[in-house]
């Protein structure tokens, strides 16, 4: 008389263990799916992400004509720096240029130098004329490369889109390249 009891019990209780089973196993699904989309979402977060264009690339002012001229003045036309674009104004015979800090030869940074007067490259020793941007010496094979400038009349535009350079194949200064003119 008791067996039916007993048996009603054990089913029960097997019962009880599948549903735990499934609601685990439930849990485990849901857990590992929220990871998943989770890590794809940080995945594709930065790729979704639109970032505003402020170094090389981008169309950088650089001030007024007359106060990038009054700088020259002021330190015996050295060079200036745009860190971001990655160029130097050079004061040019007849007016301004952009010449990309990259190598000719081999694509290092340029720096300026002061002591030398000149820019020389760090890596096989290149030297380019501080006002022009031609080789004066190294392996490099020809001046550094221009990026295009405009002038708006309240500041002048530097476009630094390195697949539009003014490219100098001799090395020699041409004042057709220059866009700014004084
Ligand atoms: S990369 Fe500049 S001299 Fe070689």
Not at 69 to 82: C, E, G, H, Q, V
Not at 155 to 169: F, S
Request: glycine residues 8%; proline residues 7%.
């Amino acid at each position: 008389m008791i067996r039916p009891h007993d048996e009603t019990a054990t089913s029960a209780g097997g019962l009880l263990a599948k549903l735990k089973r499934r609601q685990l196993l439930r849990l485990g699904f849901l857990g590992g799916t929220t990871l998943a989309l989770t890590e794809f979402t940080a995945i594709l977060l930065p790729f979704l992400h639109v970032q505003k264009l402020t170094g090389l690339g981008a169309k950088v002012q650089v001030g007024s004509k007359e106060s990038v001229l009054a700088k020259f003045r002021s330190t015996n036309d050295t060079p200036i720096l745009n860190i971001e674009g990655r160029f130097f104004l050079l004061h040019a015979p007849n007016g301004i240029i952009a010449a990309y800090r990259k190598c000719t030869h081999l694509g290092c940074t340029v720096p300026w130098v002061p002591s030398q007067d000149m820019f020389q490259c760090p890596c096989h020793g290149s030297q380019f004329h501080k006002k022009t941007g031609v080789v004066l010496g190294g392996p490099a094979p020809k001046p550094l490369q221009l990026f295009h400038m405009s002038d708006t009349g309240s500041t002048l535009i530097v476009d630094t889109n390195p697949l539009n350079l003014i490219d100098r194949p001799s090395n020699e200064f041409n004042s057709a390249d220059v866009e700014v003119k004084v």
